[in-house]
């Protein structure tokens, strides 16, 4: 089976800061992966460089959302696709959004609890909502990767929780970055720990014990 992503021994750096070093890893199709490890980790570095690598065909939750706060829920969930339809369409859905537009975003916006507030500008919500607004958008833009950098941040534990279980849910591969170590031994197939600038530990999700978060947070 060919691999979605595959590192080898890659470092990655900017602004002549060195972020991670040797990196090396293989992400398969239909893997549920979640990157955890402290804050500067490189979380977030490995994520955008997996990116990088195939964005035609990705999806990306920002972890400060990205939305454009003037505009409402239903168009920036739309900006998901909007490098995948004509000038001319997009030109006719910022003026008047269409009925089939509607139909596909609708649902998405009910499953994430928007559903009363579509048309609502994004800078009127708060911050978990517009969270779930982004993530709207990446599932909207489907693709064959979703990747998501700390995606239920903002969320309490019962909303994250549901939000997690939708992302594994309707994406095929899944890569997310996590605070929640609980979220990512409970809904992920595989655990990638993250620390001093390398990979800590590689393994799946029920192998990672507390001893081993111990040691990693320590």
């Known amino acids: 089976m060919p ?10 750096a900017y602004d002549g800061f060195t972020a991670l070093e040797q990196v090396s890893l293989t992400i398969l199709p239909g893997e549920k992966v979640a990157l955890i490890g402290k804050s500067g ?5 490995l994520l955008r460089r997996l990116y990088q690598l195939r964005p035609s065909d990705s999806a990306f939750v920002h972890q400060h959302h990205a939305l454009v706060p003037q505009l409402s829920v239903f168009h920036n969930i739309y900006m998901g696709r909007l490098d995948r339809l004509s000038v001319l369409e997009n030109i006719r859905n910022l003026i008047h959004p269409s009925r089939a537009r509607l139909r596909q975003i609708r649902p998405i916006a009910a499953t994430l609890g928007l559903e009363g507030k579509l048309f609502e500008k994004t800078c009127a919500l708060s911050g978990g909502q517009q969270q779930r607004v982004g993530i709207g958008r990446a599932i909207y833009r489907g693709g064959e ?54 990979v800590v530990f590689d393994l799946p999700a029920d192998q990672v014990t507390d001893d081993r978060l111990r040691s990693l947070y320590g």
């Not at 691999?3 to 990655?12: P, W």
């Not at 609980?182 to 595989?190: E, T, Y």
Request: hydrophobic share 45%; net charge positive; proline share 1%.
């Open 41 to 45: 980790a490189g979380k977030t570095t």
């Open 3 to 12: 691999a979605v992503f595959s590192l080898e021994n890659e470092t990655i």
């Open 145 to 198: 990767v979703l990747m998501a950098d700390e995606p239920v941040s903002s969320l309490d534990r019962v909303r994250g929780e549901q939000i997690i279980r939708i992302l594994t849910d309707t994406s095929k591969t899944v890569i997310s970055s996590l605070h929640a170590v609980d979220f990512a031994r409970r809904f992920f197939d595989r655990v990638i720990a993250l620390g001093k600038r390398r």
